[in-house]
């Protein structure tokens, strides 16, 4: 098709700007902004509109700048580099109070954005490719694409991480287990890099020497295998223990574990999290947490009252109980499988509130029980304003309110979004009113 002019009108959620056709259908246009007259050219379909190619910026926004990073905007890592940092923010607000609008909460009060800095996300999924010559691809898929981008930076992970990509690069080319594709999922533990290695090949013997060459020259203290498709993993090799401090207590977290992406995200998760619980609570006061992972809300929360933990992931359910033991024992740790087994609203009668930090998909198997439960007060972590609206829509049709909300930029330079939202029943007289 032939580029046409447009004038971008908004911007889409996920990142796109969006302008209209001769007939007023939307088109999306990665990498620009709202205002801006640009020329592109339509392409296939997306959804009830079509994606186009930005071919020339003919009036920028004054909201544009430079993309600090070289690898923008072909790595699918970062979608908004060329965004201004104030109205970046801002836009992030807005997502949040307009899912909570769709959801019925129209006048949700909304802080402002808690934004992450460059240089301190601690966790990366690496893609790995090994070309015909035997060289290795190491880096994040291209936006839109399954091809791997060879980062020889990243301007959003923590430099330690970073400094991992050409050793890495060099073990993997000596590797037999690595013949193909795989990937390298990095966490960045109180004791260090932690690896995950998932490859197309079984390691052996020489592999798992060099293996070990590597975590003691790169000061990694534990790698762990596991094939691509997933299943149980293996440590190849560990030169001392793993730890990370949650809330202030030693956590040993199993390979590839889920951690919050920056320390700042996590801070300011857990701030909004103890701000929006009940304010009046004792030393016998009872909350409910679920999707509690290692523990990340669980021991900050026991700060405040007795917690009930549940999580489905054996895994980390063996690490956060093994740590709440050495803590002192305000947190149980109960797995459950909350997707299968959602927890019945009689077993909520008790608590004094309830937090729950749930999956990308959300927690629709468990709303309804939270809906019609005994609780005074739901504190929802979120990482998906769809699921959130969704969410959250049930338990505006039963009478809560929006206590308070604040949305969260953890993964800098995305488009995703993180939001914690405390919910609290309505008072009968304002109902009744």
């Given at each position: 098709?032939?580029?046409?002019?447009?004038?971008?009108?908004?911007?889409?959620?996920?990142?796109?700007?969006?302008?209209?056709?001769?007939?007023?259908?939307?088109?999306?246009?990665?990498?620009?902004?709202?205002?801006?007259?640009?020329?592109?050219?339509?392409?296939?379909?997306?959804?009830?509109?079509?994606?186009?190619?930005?071919?020339?910026?003919?009036?920028?926004?004054?909201?544009?700048?430079?993309?600090?990073?070289?690898?923008?905007?072909?790595?699918?890592?970062?979608?908004?580099?060329?965004?201004?940092?104030?109205?970046?923010?801002?836009?992030?607000?807005?997502?949040?109070?307009?899912?909570?609008?769709?959801?019925?909460?129209?006048?949700?009060?909304?802080?402002?954005?808690?934004?992450?800095?460059?240089?301190?996300?601690?966790?990366?999924?690496?893609?790995?490719?090994?070309?015909?010559?035997?060289?290795?691809?190491?880096?994040?898929?291209?936006?839109?694409?399954?091809?791997?981008?060879?980062?020889?930076?990243?301007?959003?992970?923590?430099?330690?991480?970073?400094?991992?990509?050409?050793?890495?690069?060099?073990?993997?080319?000596?590797?037999?287990?690595?013949?193909?594709?795989?990937?390298?999922?990095?966490?960045?533990?109180?004791?260090?890099?932690?690896?995950?290695?998932?490859?197309?090949?079984?390691?052996?013997?020489?592999?798992?020497?060099?293996?070990?060459?590597?975590?003691?020259?790169?000061?990694?203290?534990?790698?762990?295998?596991?094939?691509?498709?997933?299943?149980?993993?293996?440590?190849?090799?560990?030169?001392?223990?793993?730890?990370?401090?949650?809330?202030g207590v030693p956590v040993a977290p199993p390979p590839g574990a889920f951690l919050q992406a920056t320390p700042q995200g996590e801070t300011a998760i857990v701030e909004a999290v103890l701000n929006g619980l009940p304010k009046k609570l004792t030393a016998k006061t009872r909350i409910a947490e679920l999707h509690a992972g290692l523990g990340t809300l669980s021991f900050p929360l026991a700060t405040r009252a007795?917690?009930?933990?549940?999580?489905?992931?054996?895994?980390?359910?063996?690490?956060?109980?093994?740590?709440?033991?050495?803590?002192?024992?305000?947190?149980?740790?109960?797995?459950?499988?909350?997707?299968?087994?959602?927890?019945?609203?009689?077993?909520?009668?008790?608590?004094?509130?309830?937090?729950?930090?749930?999956?990308?998909?959300?927690?629709?198997?468990?709303?309804?029980?939270?809906?019609?439960s005994s609780l005074q007060r739901i504190v929802y972590v979120s990482c998906n304003p769809a699921a959130l609206t969704r969410d959250a829509r049930l338990l505006h049709a039963t009478g809560w309110r929006v206590a308070q909300a604040t949305p969260i930029d953890q993964f800098l330079w995305s488009t995703q979004l993180e939001a914690v939202v405390a919910f609290e029943r309505e008072r009968r007289e304002a109902?009744?009113?």
């Open positions: 098709m032939n580029a046409v002019s447009l004038t971008i009108e908004s911007l889409g959620a996920g990142g796109d700007g969006i302008a209209r056709d001769a007939e007023g259908r939307p088109l999306f246009v990665p990498g620009t902004l709202p205002g801006e007259a640009v020329r592109a050219t339509p392409g296939g379909r997306r959804g009830e509109g079509s994606l186009a190619t930005l071919d020339e910026v003919l009036a920028p926004s004054p909201d544009r700048v430079a993309p600090p990073c070289p690898h923008f905007p072909a790595c699918g890592g970062c979608a908004m580099q060329h965004f201004a940092a104030a109205p970046y923010a801002a836009w992030k607000r807005a997502r949040l109070g307009e899912a909570l609008a769709r959801a019925g909460f129209e006048d949700a009060p909304v802080a402002e954005t808690r934004v992450t800095p460059p240089a301190t996300r601690r966790r990366a999924d690496l893609a790995l490719r090994r070309r015909a010559d035997g060289s290795v691809v190491l880096g994040f898929h291209e936006a839109g694409g399954a091809a791997v981008v060879d980062l020889a930076t990243c301007l959003v992970l923590d430099p330690a991480l970073v400094a991992l990509f050409e050793p890495l690069r060099a073990l993997l080319r000596g590797l037999q287990a690595f013949r193909r594709e795989g990937s390298a999922v990095l966490n960045l533990l109180d004791t260090g890099p932690d690896l995950l290695l998932r490859l197309d090949g079984t390691p052996g013997t020489a592999d798992r020497a060099s293996l070990a060459a590597f975590a003691g020259a790169q000061g990694v203290p534990r790698i762990a295998g596991a094939s691509p498709k997933g299943g149980a993993t293996e440590t190849l090799a560990q030169l001392g223990p793993v730890s990370i401090a949650l809330g007795r917690v009930t933990a549940y999580e489905g992931s054996a895994d980390a359910v063996a690490a956060l109980d093994a740590a709440a033991r050495k803590a002192g024992g305000r947190v149980a740790a109960v797995r459950r499988d909350l997707a299968r087994q959602p927890l019945m609203a009689r077993e909520l009668d008790g608590f004094a509130a309830l937090v729950l930090d749930p999956p990308y998909a959300g927690a629709a198997d468990q709303m309804p029980a939270l809906a019609r109902r009744a009113s």
